[in-house]
């Protein structure tokens, strides 16, 4: 199957950085996309950046300009977080979605980390 591990969460002072790295692990697929959700509590599961196979990106507005999202290899993706604010605090999970293909069907599935918290201070 697939499997996603995510690392790189943590503390950070506002204005500073952080780096997440999700690697997904598995055969018989191929990813069509990767991206990032947060949640930060009282709120619903928000986008935050995706890219896909074909290296389009996209971001919610309150990150646009301070985070990015990249493709470090077929499995791997990478979101770039600068300027943090304390509103960016969540928890922050991996996303991926991929293909299985046969000669007459195609199946699409979406796969999750298992969440990685994200503390900005003030």
């Known amino acids: 199957q697939v499997q996603l591990v995510e690392s790189g969460g943590g503390l950070v002072q506002a204005g500073g950085s952080l780096r997440l790295s999700c690697a997904a692990s598995?055969?018989?697929?191929?990813?069509?996309?990767m991206g990032w959700y947060r949640q930060a509590p009282g709120k619903q599961r928000e986008l935050v950046a995706v890219?896909?196979?074909?290296?389009?990106t996209t971001y919610a507005d309150s990150v646009k300009g301070r985070f990015t999202i990249s493709r470090d290899n077929a499995t791997t993706t990478v979101l770039q977080m600068d300027t943090l604010k304390p509103e960016d605090t969540a928890v922050y999970y991996c996303?991926?979605?991929?293909?299985?293909?046969?000669?007459?069907?195609?199946?699409?599935?979406?796969?999750w980390g298992q969440g990685t918290q994200v503390t900005v201070s003030s």
């Open positions: 996303n991926v979605r991929i293909v299985r293909r046969g000669r007459y069907y195609e199946i699409n599935n979406d796969y």
């Open positions: 598995g055969s018989g697929f191929s990813i069509n996309a």
């Open positions: 890219i896909t196979s074909g290296g389009s």
